[in-house]
């Protein structure tokens, strides 16, 4: 096992659909002041950066290099990583790395994205086999909605069932100042918005976002000093599927499954719908929001529905789940799934603000991306043993 690490800082952007007041090296810049700022740390104080965005998205070569008058980077170590939707969770597990391998001390994890300037649907539509599967399964929609289809017809959820959790998030994304939608909705507006892919209308779907989101690690050393309350990382991992969309099983999402069971063996969680206090979940659509609760262990095949309906993952349930407004709110793609970290450590340290959960000592945060591949990460307030 390596060094115990903690998150002592997090900085995020005001997300928009379009920043025009800043470039992508001052949205990032933005995203780190407020992290160090936070941390009470100078740029200095940081021994090793990791950075990543969909870099083919807005087509510029070495991010890395381009992102210094950002990021701080100048002279420092830099490591540059893009892994799809996942980008977030990967800056996010390769800055926890670093730090644990004993390397450094302070790891700067930096995620962005300027999707007003990037061309979001022909790099993605790469994904998809060109001839079996591009017309239904290129982007993200297609995919997505032909899940929820399979999965209703198995276990009889319902649109409905879809739409809760979609008014759930965007509900609470009304009370995060940094949320890209921050806008109150009730049932019967997301039964009435349009419809993108039966059976996902507009307001279950995730928008596209400027912004960006940096999380500082610290080894246990300095974690302590930099504050009383560090967001400690217990254990990350990650599973990816295959390339090709039809050989996956649609009945449950195989990757998160499977690192979800190898986080939980790691951090010794048996019961995860009574151990979490909060869940930072990648949902880029409300329909995941149903059908992946299954495969992150908190019930059982075909119990999701009910889950949602009873009001588990509400505010006020059992297991909040996305105090944040999540993906549904705020989408900067390469930075995503930082958020998601950057959120759940934020609930660990008591400063998430209006979207608190009271008392959290643990939290899950997970990332999700291209072909069905599966980030996992727990944090908790003790630090591990």
């Not at 419809?195 to 209308?201: N, V």
Request: proline share 4%; hydrophobic share 40%.
């Amino acid at each position: 096992m390596g060094n115990r690490v903690g998150i002592v800082g997090v900085g995020q952007t005001h997300h928009r659909s379009k920043r025009s007041d800043v470039n992508g090296q001052e949205i990032i810049n933005e995203a780190v002041s407020r992290a160090l700022a936070g941390a009470e740390l100078t740029i200095e104080e940081i021994d090793a950066v990791v950075i990543g965005n969909m870099d083919h998205f807005e087509g510029i070569n070495y991010v890395d290099m381009w992102s210094v008058d950002g990021s701080g980077g100048y002279m420092k170590p830099i490591m540059k990583v893009t892994t799809g939707g996942t980008t977030g969770s990967t800056v996010a597990a390769a800055g926890y790395y670093q730090a644990a391998s004993g390397l450094f001390d302070t790891v700067l994890a930096i995620g962005w994205e300027k999707n007003s300037e990037s061309d979001t649907s022909a790099a993605i539509a790469t994904c998809a086999n060109p001839i079996l599967e591009r017309e239904t399964f290129a982007g993200a929609i297609g995919p997505l909605a032909a899940e929820y289809s399979m999965y209703m017809k198995k276990y009889g959820a319902t649109e409905d069932d879809a739409h809760l959790a979609a008014v759930r998030d965007h509900n609470n994304g009304a009370n995060n100042p940094y949320a890209h939608l921050r806008k109150r909705v009730t049932l019967d507006d997301v039964r009435n918005s349009p419809m993108l892919a039966y059976p996902i209308r507009l307001l279950d779907m995730c928008p596209r976002s400027d912004g960006a989101c940096a999380v500082i690690y610290a080894s246990e050393n300095k974690a302590r000093k930099i504050t009383d309350t560090p967001a400690w990382v217990v254990t990350t991992t990650t599973r990816h599927d295959y390339t090709h969309f039809g050989d996956a099983d649609w009945t449950i999402m195989q990757t998160l499954e499977e690192a979800s069971k190898a986080a939980y063996k790691k951090a010794g969680i048996k019961d995860p719908l009574h151990e979490f206090d909060v869940m930072e979940l990648y949902l880029p659509a409300s329909s995941c929001a149903v059908k992946w609760m299954e495969s992150l262990g908190v019930c059982e095949r075909g119990e999701a529905p009910e889950l949602i309906r009873e009001g588990v993952t509400d505010m006020d349930g059992e297991l909040p789940v996305n105090p944040s407004g999540g993906v549904i709110c705020t989408n900067p793609i390469g930075a995503t799934a930082l958020i998601r970290v950057a959120e759940a450590a934020l609930q660990i340290m008591g400063k998430a603000d209006k979207r608190q959960v009271p008392d959290v000592e643990k939290a899950l945060a997970t990332g999700f991306g291209g072909c069905s591949w599966s980030d996992v990460m727990v944090l908790s307030s003790s630090k591990p043993r």
